[in-house]
């Protein structure tokens, strides 16, 4: 997930920007299609009893799914290990370790890349001057927030609904629940 994602379409430096920019809709994190049907299709297969593999076909019906998209999607996932198919009788795709060993995070990279880039950059590549000078901080800050998070829910901590404590405590603010 980009920075884009994270501060929206107008995501000019600040030395570019004429003032204070207007929050709208498009200024939340952004987690695309792409994640949100892949994080869809492993939890159904942490779902599944004993490991058992899931068709292509049958993924995209249980979940409600476009059957093509989702077959790009189990090409990434399998690409990067988390997944693997087997075709035929009896085929389809099962995870390729314990969900406990998946995290949202792993899934996450496997389908959109780094969970925080700026313009393409990791967060402490990029350097300002000026006022800008510290943004780097704020750029790096964000991507570790990320990861408090990402990197330590499992598919299988949301399969059975026991998300760590941090989450937990975070979810419980009501403010959490409010765009803005």
Do not use: C
């Not at 920007?17 to 939890?43: C, F, K, N, W």
């Not at 390729?96 to 950059?121: E, N, Y």
């Not at 704020?138 to 989450?167: C, E, F, K, M, Y």
């Amino acid at each position: 997930m980009s920075f884009t994602h994270i501060l929206g379409r107008d995501h000019r430096l600040l030395e570019e920007a004429p003032g204070p920019q207007p929050i709208g809709h498009d200024d939340a994190v952004h987690i695309s299609a792409r994640t949100e049907y892949g994080l869809r299709a492993m939890l159904a297969l942490a779902a599944e009893p004993q490991g058992a593999a899931l068709t292509g076909e049958a993924l995209a019906d249980r979940e409600g799914l476009p059957a093509k998209f989702l077959e790009s999607i189990m090409a990434d996932v399998r690409r990067a290990g988390l997944v693997i198919s087997r075709r035929g009788p009896g085929g389809g795709y099962r995870l390729a370790r314990a969900a406990g060993d998946i995290s949202v995070a792993d899934v996450m990279r496997a389908l959109d890349g780094p969970l925080a880039d700026v313009r393409g950059l990791r967060p402490e590549s990029v350097s300002y001057t000026g006022p800008a000078e510290h943004l780097p901080e704020v750029w790096v800050a964000a991507r570790a927030n990320l990861r408090a998070v990402l990197d330590h829910v499992s598919i299988q901590d949301v399969v059975a609904g026991t998300l760590p404590a941090r989450v937990r405590r975070l979810t419980a603010d009501p403010q959490a629940w409010h765009s803005g």
